[in-house]
Each structure stands twice: as structure tokens, then as C-alpha cells.
């Protein structure tokens, strides 16, 4: 069956960095588009970045642009989510997706919290 895994969030200062990953298994990992997505508390889960199979088309959300980076890498069958010079409102639960014979597939979720 298809599970994602999310690892690597942690409580980190504003400015400071972390690296998400998502693991994945029970598909084929390289023909499959990927996403992060983020709920911050109160608020509801929202789009933070996807990348497409080979990973050659990324987009991000605006508030993340220039801060945050996807990549994957296909032979390990990981996502993952670079995050540089993290902000208060960067805090929430980050989950990886992807859509699969037609069905949603989300992760348990990591959670991020940027606070001094």
C-alpha cells in the first residue's frame, strides 16, 4: 500500500534551517508528482511546494519563494524540503501528497515550530 513518511521537523530559531523528508513506498515513486503542504494552527492546510516526476518543474507558494527548495531524489524514493532563514509564521504541521490511481495520499506529518 502507499505510505509516506515525513521526517526531520524540529523547534528552530527565526533565520535559522531545517530539511524535511518524505519517504515513500508502495508506488512508482518516479512517475509520480509530489507535494508539501503545511497547517498552521487555526488555519487550514495549504500548498508549500510541488515538484513534478523527474523534478525538473518546481513551484512554491509566494511566501515561500527564494527561502525554501524541493527536490527528490528517485533512486531513494525521498522528497525533500529545504527550508532556509525560517520565519514565525513558517510554523505548522508540513505533510508530503501525492495522488495515486486517482486516490489522495498524505503523510503522518512533522512538525515544524520557528520560535526565539
Known amino acids: 500500500q502507499v505510505q509516506l513518511v515525513e521526517s526531520g521537523g524540529d523547534l528552530v530559531q527565526p533565520g535559522g534551517s531545517l530539511r524535511l523528508s518524505c519517504t515513500a513506498s508502495g508506488f512508482r515513486f518516479s512517475l509520480s508528482a509530489m507535494s508539501w503542504h503545511r497547517q498552521a494552527p487555526g488555519k487550514e492546510r495549504e500548498l508549500v511546494a510541488s515538484?513534478?516526476?523527474?523534478?525538473?518543474?518546481?513551484n512554491y507558494v509566494e511566501a515561500v519563494k527564494g527561502r525554501f527548495t524541493i527536490s527528490r531524489d528517485n533512486s531513494k524514493n525521498t522528497m525533500y524540503l529545504q527550508m532556509n532563514s525560517l520565519k514565525i509564521e513558517d510554523t505548522g504541521v508540513y505533510y508530503c501528497?501525492?495522488?495515486?490511481?486517482?486516490?489522495?495520499?498524505w503523510g503522518q506529518g512533522t512538525q515544524v515550530t520557528v520560535s526565539s
Open positions: 515538484i513534478s516526476p523527474g523534478g525538473l518543474t518546481r
Open positions: 501528497y501525492t495522488k495515486n490511481a486517482g486516490n489522495d495520499y
